[in-house]
Nanobody, 121 residues
């Protein structure tokens, strides 16, 4: 079993910054791709940033140049640095990871419980 725990959300004024963290624990042999998603009220969950095991990254245009995803493989932790935040960035942010497990178990697609980010105007 694999657990993901996010932290770092909160309330910030427009133009401010926040840094989210996602720590993975449990039966982890290898973490493949990791990603951040967000879901605003009444909207579908959307991809915010993705990072491969090798460090390649991908962002949608809505956050490109403002958000930076990174990971520390030694700590099984992923980060999202969010700068120049806008009110439209307000959402619950979820971390996601594709994890290979020990013991010949199937890979799992794990989700965190989410952390609220609120940007005031």
């Amino acid at each position: 079993q694999v657990q993901l725990v996010e932290s770092g959300g909160g309330l910030v004024q427009a133009g401010g910054s926040l840094r989210l963290s996602c720590a993975a624990s449990g039966n982890i042999f290898r973490i493949n791709a990791m990603a951040w998603y967000r879901q605003a009220p009444g909207k579908q969950r959307e991809l915010v940033a993705m990072i491969t095991s090798g460090g390649s990254t991908n962002y949608p245009d809505s956050v490109k140049g403002r958000f930076t995803i990174s990971r520390d493989n030694a700590k099984n932790t992923m980060y999202l640095q969010m700068n120049s935040l806008k009110p439209e960035d307000t959402a619950v942010y979820y971390c996601n990871a594709h994890v290979g497990q020990y013991g010949g178990l199937a890979d799992v697609n794990s989700w965190g419980q989410g952390t609220q980010v609120t940007v005031s105007s």
